[in-house]
C-alpha cells in the first residue's frame, strides 16, 4: 500500500523556522515527482512548493518564494520542506504529494496521484 505520512508541524512564531519531512512507504519515491501544498482554514489548498523526479527543477509558489525551499532525499525516501521566516498567513495544514515520473516540478494539485494526511503548521505570537 501507497503511503505518505508528513512530520514535523509545530506551533511556532513569526520569524522562526520550520522543516517538515514527508517518508513514503510502500514504493519508492525514486520515480516520483513530488510536492508540499497547503490549506488553511476557508481556503483552497494551493501548491507551495514542488520538485521534479531528478531533483533537476523545483518550483516555489509565489507566496512563499525566498523564504521556503524543497528537496529530496532518495536514500531515505523522503521528502522535505524547509520553512524560513514564517509568517502568520502561513498557517495552514500542509500535505506532500507524489506523481509518476516527470522532469517538470508542476505545482498543480490535479496532476497529483498520491497524497499525505497533512500536518498543521501554526504561525502565531
Known amino acids: 500500500q501507497l503511503q505518505l505520512v508528513e512530520s514535523g508541524g509545530d506551533l511556532v512564531q513569526p520569524g522562526e523556522s520550520l522543516r517538515l519531512s514527508c517518508a513514503a512507504s510502500?514504493?519508492?519515491?525514486?520515480?516520483?515527482?513530488l510536492g508540499w501544498f497547503r490549506q488553511a482554514p476557508g481556503k483552497e489548498r494551493e501548491g507551495v512548493a514542488c520538485i521534479s523526479t531528478s531533483g533537476s527543477m523545483t518550483t516555489i509558489t509565489d507566496p512563499v518564494k525566498g523564504r521556503f525551499t524543497i528537496h529530496r532525499d532518495n536514500a531515505k525516501n523522503t521528502v522535505f520542506l524547509q520553512m524560513s521566516n514564517l509568517k502568520p498567513e502561513d498557517t495552514a495544514v500542509y500535505y506532500c504529494?507524489?506523481?509518476?515520473?516527470?522532469?517538470?516540478?508542476?505545482?498543480?494539485?490535479?496532476?497529483?496521484?498520491?497524497w499525505g494526511q497533512g500536518t498543521q503548521v501554526t504561525v502565531s505570537s
Open positions: 504529494a507524489a506523481r509518476s515520473y516527470s522532469d517538470y516540478a508542476f505545482c498543480w494539485e490535479t496532476v497529483y496521484d498520491y
Open positions: 510502500g514504493f519508492s519515491l525514486d520515480s516520483y515527482a
